[in-house]
C-alpha cells in the first residue's frame, strides 16, 4: 500500500532553497552593539551632519525629555530632511547608503546604525520635511519581535506627505528607554567631543542646550611620522600625528584617532597598551583608502566597537609602523621618566642624609663631652686644631704722641721705622669629607653606589663620613618598599647608619680590642643581612599584590 505524503505549508512560493532572514532578530541583534545611550545618539548624530546640504553647516540639537516615569531622547536638525522615497530607504536595513552612492563623503557604512534606538529603547519615530512635504513613520520592538521569518516588518507611516511649512530638516525620537538605562549629558557630550572631532568645528551640535565643542587634550610636544614607502604603497601618502599629553589621558582619549574623511572609525595603541607612559600618547592619522566599501576585507567591523580588522591588507601593513613610531615616542618618555625619578630620588636620599647627619653629629657632640669631662688629661689637653681658632697676639696698648717743641726747626732725616708686623688671621682647619667641607666636629650621611659585594655602611675616617651602600642586597630590597620616600627605607637606613656609627664611636673610644671587635660584628652583621634580604623582597611583592587585589 502507498503511503500518502501530506503536503506541508510554506511560507515561500515555490521549494527552492533559498537564504532567508528574520528581518526582526537581524534588527535586535544589530541593535544590541548600540548598548549605551551616547552611542546610540551618535549615530542619529552623524546621519544629521551626513545629510547636510552641501556648502552649509547644519545644526543638531539633542534633549532628553522626562514625562512621570518615561523619558525619551529627541535628536533634531536642520539638515536636508527626507523624501517618503528616502524615508523608505532609511529603514532598509543593510542598504546602501545614499549619500555615498551619490559620491559624497560620509560616514555612513553599514546601513545598520537607524535601527541603534533599540539597543536601549522601545520605540523609534522619524519626523521629517523637505521641500514642503512631512512624513512621519514609526518602528517598535513588539513589532519586531512578533516578526516572521523571511517576511518584511511593516513600518507604521503616521504621517504621508503631509504638506508643512516647516523647514528642511528631520526628527528623530528615542521612546520607551528601558529600566536601568542610563541617561548621562556629560557622558553623552564626551562621546560626541571623541567621535566628532574636527566636524565639530563646522557644524553645530548641542546636547541639552549646551554647545559640544572640540577639545583636544593639551599637548606638550608632537612628533610626525611620514609613511614609509611599503605603506604609502598601500595607504597613500598618510602621515602619522604622535602628541604627547599634558596629564595621564582617560581611556576613551588615549591612542591613535584612525580617521577616514575626518570621520573617526577606530582608536589604537598598534600593540602598546599597558607599556609604561603609554598613558601619555595621543594622536591621529586619516587614511580616506580604509573608506573603500569594495574591499574584500572591511577595515572596520561593523560592531562599532572603534578597533581595525587586522585581517584587512592595509591594516595588516600599517599597525606594525604605527607601533614602531609610537614605541620611538614611548621610549623617550621612559628615559625623561627615569631621569624625573632618579633626581627625585637623589633629592630625598640628599634630605634623609642630611636629617640623619645631623642626629649623628648631636650624638656625636655629646659623646666627646662626656668623654673629656670624665677625663681630666683629656679636659686639660689642648682641643684639635679643627675645634678652635689660633688667638691672635695681643696688639700694644695705644699711648698718646707727645707735642712737638721743635715745631718750625729743620730736622733732620728720620731714623728707619721697624718692619710692621702682619697679625695673623684666625685659623680653621678643616678636613676633606663626602660633600663640602666639615670640622672635625660634625658627621656626614652619604649614599653611594659601591656595589653589591660592598659592605652595608662603611666608615671613612678621613672624611668623618658614614656611606650607605645603595647597592648591597638589603639596601635593593628595602628600596623595593616604596623606593626612597618610604618609613621602610628610611628605617633601614637610620638602623644601619647608628650601627656604623656605634662601631665607629667604640673603635675611637680607646677600648682594649675594640677595632678588631668592630671589625668582626661589622663583618657578620653584613653576611646575616645578605641572608635577609630575598625574605625582605618578597614581603614588598607580598604586599603589592595585596594592594592591586584590593583595588581589583
Known sequence: MALEVQERPTLFGDDRLQLVTHVGRDVLANAAHFATVPKAIYEYVSNSIDAAPAGRPCTVRVSIVTVGPRRRIEIADDAAGMSREQLRSFFTMHGENAWRRAGRKVRGRFGTGKIAAFGRADRLRVDTAQAG?????ELKRADLEAAQAGRPVHVHEIVVEEPTDAPDGTLVVVEDLQRGTRVDRTEIVRYLQRQLGRHLVRHRVAVEGERVEY??????????????AEVEALAGPVELVVRVAARPLAEEENGVAVLSHGYLNAMTLAGIEGKPETQYLFGEIDIPVL????????????????????????????????????????????RRAGERRRAAEQQELERLGTELSSLLANIYRGERSLSMNSDPLLRDETPPMAEIATPAPERPEARPRKARSDKGIPRGPRPPREASVEVPQPMTVTMPSLSGDRTSTTFRVAFRHAGESSPRAFYVAEERGIVVNLDHPEAVASLANGGP???????????????EFTLVMVSELGYPDA??????????????????????????????????????
Not at 216 to 226: C, I, L, S, V
Not at 299 to 327: G, H, K
Not at 521 to 533: G, K, N, V
Request: charged fraction near 25%.
Open 133 to 137: 512635504l512631512r512624513n512621519v513613520a
Open 215 to 228: 577639545a583636544p587634550p593639551e599637548a606638550t610636544e608632537e612628533h610626525r611620522f611620514p609613511a614609509p
Open 291 to 334: 573608506d573603500d566599501d569594495t574591499a574584500p576585507v572591511p577595515a572596520f567591523m561593523s560592531t562599532r566597537d572603534l578597533t581595525l580588522n587586522p585581517w584587512n591588507p592595509i591594516v595588516a601593513a600599517l599597525v606594525p609602523w604605527m607601533r614602531a613610531s609610537l614605541e620611538t615616542v614611548r621610549r623617550e618618555l621612559v
Open 485 to 499: 620616600t618610604s618609613p621602610f627605607f628610611a628605617h633601614y637606613c637610620m638602623r644601619t647608619t647608628l650601627e
Open 515 to 552: 677595632p678588631e671587635i668592630a671589625r668582626e660584628i661589622r663583618e657578620r652583621s653584613d653576611r646575616y643581612s645578605r641572608t635577609f634580604a630575598p625574605a625582605i623582597l618578597r614581603f614588598a611583592f607580598a604586599d603589592a599584590e595585596d594592594a592591586t587585589t584590593a583595588t581589583s
